[in-house]
């Protein structure tokens, strides 16, 4: 829902129930009797996404351990057949357009609510959220039959819904970017003489900026993952990836997802992890330097 | 007892940075303008669409259709399918998510960050394949069940897709990152004086944690349970791929109403109550929501 | 032909005058500002002071244009510039967490205004240095901001502000967030840097002394409207009413009665011809006298007296504070009045409990309204 802000990681919080009693010596590193626990959720959390690799790679249709092989065929299938190559295309543009719109709509919004108080700020944020927990069915079948009526169907109906339902991503993290910008150095740019736009050009935008980054990120992947109301608003010649996936799942197994999906994973894990480093450095920078 | 709550509430020293409150007013909300209009185009007209249809189709029903809706013995068990699901699902994801973060807080920097990339990776990771992955993961054939017989720890494979253990499972593992991240938020803006002054005031490290860590970062999970459990109630994918019939959800029985008969009316009073429902939970966790959101800065 | 005293550093005079013509502004019901009205001379070092929530920070604002007065108008040099954007007033302003702009470094920050401006590079880079220079930070442009320390992050702050040449400076609470010594170091280079540009200087404080050692006036705000100004010999020494004795510096009063005749009567004292024509009407008063107008002796065991125009009154020590070369004393009169007197930090016994002799001259006094 909100990324997590770099200065969480780098805030190491002290002991929340204080020092050991004394007259203990010091522990040892030693497993603590928590770590159990934590390592099942852990591989609770990430067994799903990692599971698909191993998938993706066995030649038969059915996974087995130990594999029976290895064989690259389904990723020959994925960027050679048309259905599935025509699919990837459609859902990058869908995408990509719906990112673009979401954070020129989003964007502003979050900046708004995020720099100064004013009346009626949690009501906008309540109604802006509201996509993201509205039952996807709901909105797909009342999009569907309103969108309908005036032709916004296939291309452009999926860029208007995804739009919907992206916004609210991108209005939460740049609100959160915002929340870090001090309102006086608003009015100390305008005192200095800088426009209103170019107090947003040079002191909100570079300030803002990793927030509206990553908003854009999470508006680009909730495009390119939505099933339920793109389910209901393509037509037979524009389906998005995640719709040819999930014909494919319905009818039989089909390993060409788990091809998806691991190269999605290897590009969406490698960004994070260059994020996450790129982000440690810095403050490590910073901590030596401040 | 009022007073002590609210000095142990985590958000009181942060929410004293109040931000000057000059140019209040609707001024304020003049950048919203396009996303309001957006929004009430292209969601909140759709929507209010659907929930019309509920009394006017077909023609004059009035309230027949939430009679339906309510008597109704299918979509009885639905409804109770799908709270059901949502409520197990809930349950587990703050269980093992306050665990998790908990773990998070109190690890080292390196842990910490290996913990947040762990939490976070779902959500990088299309909806649909983690799906999709559990079919592969739990069928009778699958992974899991290869993996016992060759152990010999079962003889037949143990039928694990297609029941409520799956559903379960595969929801929670979605839903799970919604509550790891506001109760981790919750105990960072924990103020570390707080656990110190209990331990001199004669607390033990266990009473600390009971009697003053948990209630300071419960807004946090609070928060974290209503968004799974709002969210639980509306999911299609995960019960559709992975439920047996008994779990199917009542977004199921929607569709199948507006797919198979063109069923507006009925289709519209059962999205209306889920969307009440929806909007009421929010409406009462919102408090709690809202701190996370808008709450404390820096 | 007479010139005007310049100094080196600014060869031209360019300060401007400030008028606030019947002013007002309110946040929903509250009214924060009524119908004020100011002015400021070319040049003039102003300092509004007042409790918080007094109107002088909503004032300022409005100078530098982040408020819009709901009612009247702000002129500079006699030009109306109440629908004026900030950006183009031509106003510095320091703001009191120093604002500077944590994207940038320290040289980037005090360039900011001259890029606005679009002033050349190769003269931005002069005048960068010049600024920093003259706030003892030069060498610093590429220091990041948050490597500073508070003092050092207020200096920056101001040589943005003056960097552009600016007409007028606005300064708000500028240097609330520094300890002691810093601010009154600040204080005196602020001082001496009004001194050598000439520029006009609003500066808010809500601290009396630092208006006091630094202004040329003072104007004292409460609820949103200017109780007194003037110099800060005058509303230090002549307050025209109770509150304004009180917010800028200790006092000690006693309450009186003015009687027909020109009489004034003291608690327990016969009744005097008062020495000051006073166009108070026959009432209840109070006097007041400053610290340094109260002579303190050891207890001479007589009782007051009342002669001439010189008091003398027993009064009982409740509290003494040394404060290096002076010691205040807390004091109780018989019937009950209190207050602060000041006195050379030798010879007094100011224990608890002690008694001393206050010396009191009429002619000193500050007779004030009783408020009702």
């Known amino acids: ?290 | 007892m009022a007073g002590v709550l609210t000095t142990l509430d985590p958000t009181v020293p942060g929410a004293a940075v109040r931000r000057p409150g000059h140019r209040r007013g609707l001024g304020g909300a003049l950048p919203a303008v396009p996303l309001l209009v957006v929004l009430g185009l292209l969601f909140v007209v759709p929507v209010a669409v659907v929930v019309g249809r509920s009394f006017t189709y077909p023609d004059g029903a009035t309230l027949a259709n939430y009679r339906t809706a309510l008597t109704d013995p299918v979509a009885r068990q639905f409804a109770w399918n799908t709270v059901r699901t949502a409520l197990v699902v809930s349950v587990a994801s703050c269980l093992l998510g306050y665990t998790y973060a908990y773990a998070m807080y109190r690890a080292g920097r390196t842990v910490r960050v290996l913990l947040l990339f762990c939490a976070l990776l779902p959500f990088w990771t299309s909806l649909l394949v983690r799906s999709y992955a559990w079919t592969v993961l739990l069928r009778d054939r699958g992974v899991l069940n290869e993996l016992l017989l060759q152990l010999g720890v079962i003889d037949a494979p143990l039928p694990l897709l297609r029941t409520s253990l799956a559903v379960t499972l595969g929801m929670t593992q979605i839903l799970l990152p919604f509550v790891i991240l506001p109760v981790y938020a919750a105990m960072t803006r924990f103020p570390p004086d707080l656990a110190l002054a209990a331990r001199s005031l004669g607390a033990s490290r266990r009473r600390v944690f009971w009697e003053v860590f948990l209630p300071a970062t419960m807004p946090g999970l609070v928060a974290g349970a209503v968004l799974a459990f709002i969210l639980a109630v509306g999911y299609y994918i995960t019960p559709v791929l992975l439920g047996g019939p008994g779990d199917q959800p009542i977004a199921v029985l929607i569709e199948n109403a507006v797919q198979q008969r063109g069923d507006w009316g009925t289709a519209g009073a059962l999205s209306t109550l889920v969307v009440v429902l929806v909007l009421a939970l929010l409406a009462l966790g919102w408090r709690f929501l809202a701190k996370g959101l808008l709450g404390a800065r820096r | 032909m007479v010139q005007p005293e310049r100094t080196a550093e600014t060869p031209t005079t360019r300060a401007v005058g400030v008028s606030l013509r019947s002013v007002s502004k309110s946040y929903g019901a509250t009214a924060v500002v009524r119908d004020l009205d100011l002015e400021v001379a070319p040049g003039e070092f102003v300092s509004m002071l007042g409790p918080s929530g007094s109107g002088k920070t909503t004032t300022l604002k409005m100078i530098a244009g982040f408020e819009q007065p709901g009612a009247g108008s702000v002129h500079f040099d006699g030009r109306d510039v109440t629908d004026l954007p900030p950006e183009r007033r031509d106003v510095g302003v320091v703001f009191q967490n120093y604002s500077l702009f944590p994207h940038l470094d320290v040289g980037a920050n005090v360039a900011f205004p001259l890029r606005m401006r679009r002033v050349p590079g190769q003269e931005r880079a002069e005048r960068v240095q010049r600024a920093l220079e003259m706030v003892d930070l030069g060498g610093y442009e590429r220091r990041r901001v948050a490597q500073l320390s508070g003092g050092q992050q207020q200096r920056v702050a101001i040589a943005r502000a003056i960097v552009f040449e600016p007409r007028l400076l606005l300064m708000d609470e500028p240097l609330g967030a520094l300890d002691r010594r810093l601010r009154e170091a600040m204080q005196l280079e602020i001082k001496s840097l009004h001194e050598r540009l000439g520029v006009t200087v609003v500066y808010v404080t809500h601290d009396q002394e630092e208006a006091l050692t630094m202004s040329d006036r003072v104007v004292l705000f409460r609820d949103g409207a200017i109780e007194q100004h003037g110099s800060p010999r005058e509303v230090y020494e002549r307050p025209s009413t109770a509150f304004a004795a009180d917010f800028l510096g200790d006092s000690l009063s006693i309450s009186a009665r003015l009687l027909p005749g020109g009489l004034l009567e003291v608690p327990g004292l016969p009744a005097q011809r008062f020495p000051l024509g006073t166009g108070m009407p026959v009432g209840p008063v109070r006097l007041m006298w400053r610290p340094h107008a109260v002579e303190v002796t050891a207890p001479s065991g007589l009782p007051a007296e009342f002669s001439a125009d010189r008091l003398r009154i027993p009064v009982e020590v409740l509290a003494g504070g040394y404060a290096g070369d002076v010691t205040r004393l807390r004091v109780r009169f018989a019937w009950g009045d209190e207050g602060v007197v000041a006195t050379p930090s030798r010879g007094i016994d100011h224990r608890r409990g002690s008694s001393v002799d206050l010396h009191l001259s009429l002619a000193s006094a500050v007779l004030l309204p009783v408020q009702s």
């Open chain 1, 1 to 290: 829902m909100s990324a997590p802000a770099r200065s969480d990681l780098a805030a190491a919080p002290a002991d929340p129930v204080g020092p050991p009693p004394p007259g203990r010596p010091a522990r040892r590193r030693r497993l603590r009797p928590g770590a159990l626990p934590v390592a099942v959720i852990v591989i609770l959390l990430v067994l799903p996404s990692l599971i698909v690799v191993p998938m993706s790679v066995s030649p038969g249709e059915i996974l087995r351990f130990p594999p029976d092989g290895f064989s690259l065929d389904w990723y020959r299938t994925l960027f050679t057949e048309p259905q599935w190559t025509s699919a990837m295309l459609n859902s990058l543009q869908v995408a990509l357009a719906t990112t673009v719109l979401a954070v020129l709509i989003g964007a502003p919004a979050g900046l708004a609510l995020g720099i100064r108080e004013w009346r009626g700020r949690g009501l906008l944020l309540g109604l802006v959220l509201t996509p993201v927990v509205a039952p996807p069915v709901v909105v797909a079948i009342g999009m569907y039959t309103t969108y309908a009526q005036v032709e916004l169907i296939g291309r452009w109906g999926l860029i208007a819904a995804h739009t919907v339902l992206a916004v609210p991503f991108v209005v939460v993290t740049v609100m959160s970017a915002a929340r870090q910008i001090d309102p006086t150095w608003l009015d100390a740019a305008r005192s200095l003489g800088a426009s209103p736009l170019r107090v947003a050009l040079t002191v909100l935008v570079p300030l803002a900026g990793k927030g509206i980054a990553s908003g854009a990120l999470f508006a680009f992947i909730t495009s390119w993952d939505e099933v339920v109301v793109s389910l209901y608003l393509t037509d037979p010649g524009f389906k998005t990836l995640p719709v040819q996936m999930w014909n494919q799942l319905r009818e039989r197994v089909d390993p060409t997802v788990a091809a998806v999906a691991s190269v999605m994973l290897l590009i969406t894990t490698s960004a994070m992890v260059a994020a996450l480093v790129i982000g440690w450095r810095r403050d490590g920078a910073a901590r030596e330097n401040g």
